[in-house]
């Protein structure tokens, strides 16, 4: 099949000129079927991946803690339904208080947790009692023992009593206050004096009310996978506001934008300037809002009803003050650059004079933009749900544990030492591979559809473009569909492997950046100057190379919809792509310092680890000579 190019031969010699019109038609073949059926295979390894995930995940276990069962607050189980009780609450204050000690080796996560409705607070006139689930001998069921407020032990036996008094349970006092944390009840170090009495009165072991008992619970609740895991559980909670606002909203903006280019074309560089200022003016008060500079709306991580001189900190809290600064210096940046730019915006109406008659000629562009966002929406909409049980997919395993602790067992009856360690989630590394698979997947398929996006744009307004306005027989009446038609046959390869170049730069850059902060929080970090040197100067060169490599493809995927050369050869300097030899011999100058700057810090690091290691050996060897 020949394809139609244009009207004027081409200065390759590689086009054919015939008819009397003097089209170029060129001998299209299919090329980088290679990396097509390697983008086949990599679609099937995703859904193998993803099934893995939402047979084995549960998202809610990045919210809501596990009990002293191993079940997931807010989950419904074999023997309780816990679809109402989600938060987690330490029934043990003297567990957490150990746990907070240094060198005490007990740790937050075995103390003994079960999940409630709300955190219980203290009595003011007696001593409130927070009970297991009940089971055995205890004969109500889950809803009367949430209506009696957690608390049977009035009903308990003299012996059960007994061990109540022991903090072994089945019932617990509530000596502390507490308070919504993210779905976790955190203790307040302000104990009641009246619950404290009434247990003195009672003769239970002595309970310590330091205020290590508070910092225990919070830095477990700001401890970085917890963070990482309430930002992956937000994404799968806010579905509606990210449709709407991230995808209806971005449609409909976009269409009545390339409907006002088509008749508003004098006004539009400067209606766009002007909105988009104000828009991240918007942005950048919205975060003031949420971070308390301006007004009393700032977020809080205490979730309800609560004292409002009691406050809490997390770390989201300090994201959302740097994001409020980050954004500050994007709006000074952006309104200071618009003021700069506006000879440039002069300029650009002549370009999208050209752009409105091109939209004029060819309807189907203005609707075409649909397309690629319903398959973008409906892939999205596949990979958030899939990476939320990805990221939950871990095994519930009993810890391994060497507490010394006893809790009475309601179903065995009796006072039991042997497993008394708690639960946690347990990550095999094979997750963690699926993971980075999963995000390198959606940087792949993104990219994939943008080049299929732009490569279809660039087909359907090289039809126009090619006969100069000028009206011709053997153009296709409808060049949209005819590019689609082009892609789907020619060039699905050649825009695999572009966007499989994009994505790889992208996902290895990401990557080098979390390892330099690994190494900045680490404090490894070259001595001398030159290593210092090219350890920043390597992320710069990794930022030139991702956009010298978005803009060759950019290139690339319009030469490709005009004669379906390969990609390899356009990236590499075809004509047309990259005529500067300099471009390419500054786009290898760049991979060379960023791959000499990396080792640079591989050989840094290792040297340091080697170092440490040494001492640590001395230390030890010092250790055992003053023992002996």
Known sequence: MRGVIGKYPSSDGNGEVGGANGIIKSN????????????????????????????????????????????????????????????????????????????????????????????????????????????????????????????????????????SLQLQGPCYPVIFPSVNVYWTCQFIDRPSNVSLTHWKQMNGVNIDDNMVIDKSIHNSINARSSVLKRY????????????????????????LWLLMIRHFVTAMPWVTVFFFNGLIISVTMFYYLKAGWIGHDAISPII????????????????????????????????????????RILMATSVLKVAAKVIGEVHALIIFPVVPYLILAVFYMFWLSAALNLFSSGQIVRNDCSTNCCAYDLKAKRVSCDDCCGYSIHYTPHIGASILFHLFGC????????????????????????????????????????????????SLGSVAIGSLIVSFVESTRFILEAVRRRLKVADIMPESWIKRMMFYTSRFCLKCIELTVKSVNRNAYIMVSKNSTYIFILQMGGRGVISDKWSMRVLWLTAIGSAVGLYMVAVERQTQNREKMLAEALRAAEADANNT
């Open 443 to 490: 940087y792949w398929a993104t990219q994939f559809i943008i080049a299929c996006s732009s490569t279809v744009i660039a087909g359907s307004v090289a039809s126009y473009y090619w006969t100069r306005g000028q009206s011709s027989t053997t153009i296709p009446f409808l060049p949209v569909f005819s590019s689609m038609k082009l892609l789907m046959r020619y």
């Open 304 to 343: 309800g009803e609560h004292d409002p001189y009691y406050h809490v900190s997390a770390r989201e809290q300090h994201h959302i003050r740097a994001a409020a600064f980050l954004m500050t210096c994007v709006m000074i940046v952006a309104v200071l650059s618009s003021i700069a730019i506006v000879r």
């Open 232 to 255: 992956v559980a937000d994404v799968g909670k806010s579905w509606p506001v990210l449709i709407v606002c991230g995808g209806l909203l971005p449609l409909f903006l976009s269409l």
């Open 28 to 163: 299209r073949k299919c090329r980088d079927v290679v990396f097509l059926v390697l983008f086949i295979a990599f679609w099937i390894a995703m859904i193998v991946n993803s099934s893995f995930g939402f047979n084995q995940g549960n998202p809610l276990r990045l919210n809501f803690g596990l009990d002293y069962k191993g079940n997931v607050c807010g989950g419904n189980h074999k023997d309780f339904n816990l679809h109402e009780l989600e938060l987690k609450y330490y029934v043990n204050p003297n567990q957490v208080y150990q746990s907070g000690l240094k060198n005490s080796g007990v740790k937050l996560s075995n103390a003994r947790t079960i999940c409630l409705l709300d955190c219980p607070i203290p009595s003011e006139d007696s001593l409130n009692w927070v009970c297991d689930y009940p089971e055995g001998d205890i004969r109500i069921s889950l809803d009367d023992w949430i209506d009696m407020n957690y608390d049977y032990f009035a009903d308990l036996t003299p012996e059960l009593r007994n061990t």
